[in-house]
């Protein structure tokens, strides 16, 4: 089992920034995190990954905006958003995978508007 508590969320501006947290039960060493968002009427999708190796992945609409690391001390994952636009308006979950077996967080709501 590997529990996962957010936090971090909230209300910007637009052009402003957030930091998410995700802070997991177990050694990050192990298991592949990711972020995801889902907005009012769509599906969820992943945001951005980072597996046990370090290495990251984004989906094109943050790309150079949003930037996903990790405290392996802490065992939490980070996601640094910039320059957010209105359409980054979604509740963003934290998911880690663990031999083969996902496991989401509570959901944290980023909301951008003036």
């Known amino acids: 089992q590997v529990q996962l508590v957010e936090s971090g969320g909230g209300l910007v501006q637009p052009g402003g920034s957030l930091r998410l947290s995700c802070a997991a039960s177990r050694s990050l060493f192990s298991i592949r995190m990711g972020w995801y968002r889902q907005a009012p009427g769509k599906e969820r999708e992943l945001v951005a990954h980072?597996?046990?190796?370090?290495?990251?992945n984004y989906v094109d609409s943050v790309k150079g905006r949003f930037t996903i690391s990790r405290d392996v001390a802490k065992n939490t994952v980070y996601l640094q958003m910039n320059s957010l636009k209105p359409e980054d308006t979604a509740v963003y979950y934290c998911?880690?995978?663990?031999?083969?077996?996902?496991?989401w967080g509570q959901g944290t709501q980023v909301t951008v508007s003036s």
């Open positions: 980072i597996i046990p190796g370090g290495i990251t």
């Open positions: 998911k880690g995978t663990w031999y083969s077996n996902d496991y």
